[in-house]
């Protein structure tokens, strides 16, 4: 097969019609890109037509030729058509068309204040939107909780009992070893410091205080937060990717009230346990570093603790822990039903659920401390 000539068929007025056959492969470049110059060059029409009904062969170098000869013709201001494509070759004539494309000019960079402004106002709709799916949560388990209420054979009682065995006895250890060390920390701070002026003693004011009115339920709730709240949106989202909640709707279960209800119900049970098993080995671990590492004796620590804390300052941690795990539970539920269909949709959901309870746990723990010092407690 020879190379494809494309030569000046036909002239009607203002328009002319150029024919191309044979083979239109990169093996001919040499021989048809001097022929289409020569072709084009003279041509004062203004319309062209390229028929190419004829050609046997055509690879990509053909293609991008043919389509440059339309594009030069169209940059010139003229009109330039292609007749006789067969439909073995127009995907081929889409892509190439595709990627010679002119690219769209960069769009003008914005005024840094005015962005800034714009990221804001997207950050506060973004906030709004997760305060609604909060609100909308919590009024959903208030109907679920009420219904179950009115019919309690239709609560699920095994899954709560499962879901506090994971969340309540298997945190236990870790509790137990974060909330030690972190009593010890405290008390060898606080008597390196203290000792300077003489007042190793007010150590175990310091540690007592602290530790059961607010370090003892604040690292609890962030551990609970990182380990059981990741967890349950986890759950919940590769449920959600595996459409197994839109199954039990079809089924006509509510989801709130089979995987949702008993999730945080479990939460709110074992935190308050849960802090108060952290608060009693974080004073453990502040009393044995005291004795080692400052020379207080046990019973010293425990006759100075009585008269450091009052049965106020215990009630004030315990009273913020079930609170704290309704939020804890509430936002790692909402952000697992919201995961979409992807890995990377579950991964972010995961961690804007560790991210968000630990902000808004804080936040309580702040609204709470207001509170609490406006009633004198």
């Known amino acids: ?32 890109e001097p022929q289409v110059d020569a072709a084009t060059r003279g041509v004062t029409a203004r319309s062209i037509a390229i028929n190419i009904a004829r050609i046997d062969y055509l690879d990509t170098y053909g293609a991008w030729l043919i389509e440059r000869t339309l594009r030069n013709w169209i940059n010139q201001g003229r009109e330039a058509r292609l007749v006789g494509l067969r439909e073995d070759y127009r995907g081929l004539f889409d892509k190439v068309h595709v ?3 002119t690219l769209s000019a960069p769009p003008p960079k914005a005024n840094s204040i005015v962005a800034t402004l714009e990221s804001v106002g997207r950050t506060m709709a973004t ?11 919590l009024g959903s388990l208030m109907v679920a909780f009420k219904r179950v209420a009115l019919r309690p054979t239709t609560f699920r009682f095994t899954s709560m009992v499962h879901q506090l065995e994971r969340v309540g006895w298997r945190a236990v250890p870790i509790i137990l070893l974060i909330t030690v060390l972190i009593g010890a920390i405290l008390a060898q701070q ?62 006509g279960f509510d989801p709130i009230e089979v ?14 346990i849960l802090t108060f098993l952290g608060s009693m080995a974080a004073l453990y671990g502040g009393g044995l570093v005291s004795w080692l590492y400052g020379g207080i004796q046990p019973e010293v620590f425990l006759a100075r603790l009585r008269e450091a804390v009052t049965s106020t300052t215990f009630e004030v941690g315990m009273i913020k822990a079930p609170f704290m795990a309704l939020v804890i539970g509430v936002v790692a539920c909402v952000e697992g039903l919201q995961v979409q269909g992807s890995a990377e949709s ?25 509170f609490f010092a406006s009633i004198g407690m």
Not at 201 to 226: N, Q, T
Not at 259 to 272: E, G, K, S, Y
Not at 346 to 354: A, I, M, P, Q
Request: hydrophobic letters at 55%; glycine letters at 10%; charged letters at 15%.
């Open 99 to 101: 990627g010679t494309q």
């Open 259 to 272: 995987l949702v209800l008993p999730r945080i119900l479990a939460l709110i049970i074992a935190v308050p």
């Open 346 to 370: 579950l991964g972010e959901k995961t961690t804007n659920s560790v991210v968000k309870s630990i902000f808004l746990v804080i936040v309580l723990d702040g609204v709470f401390a207001m």
């Open 1 to 32: 097969m020879t190379a494809g000539i494309l030569l000046s068929s036909q002239t009607r007025g203002d328009w002319v019609e150029l024919s191309a056959a044979g083979s239109w492969t990169a093996e001919y470049a040499s021989a048809i």
């Open 127 to 137: 906030v709004g939107t997760d305060l609604m799916l909060l609100a909308q949560m």
């Open 190 to 251: 606080g008597i390196f410091h203290f000792r300077k002026f003489g007042a190793d003693i007010y150590v175990i004011d310091m540690v007592g205080v602290l530790v059961l009115r607010e370090i003892g339920v604040l690292i609890v709730c962030i551990m609970v937060a990182g380990r059981s709240g990741s967890s349950y949106t986890a759950e919940l989202g590769a449920m959600r990717m595996r459409e197994e909640i839109d199954a039990l709707r079809t089924m």
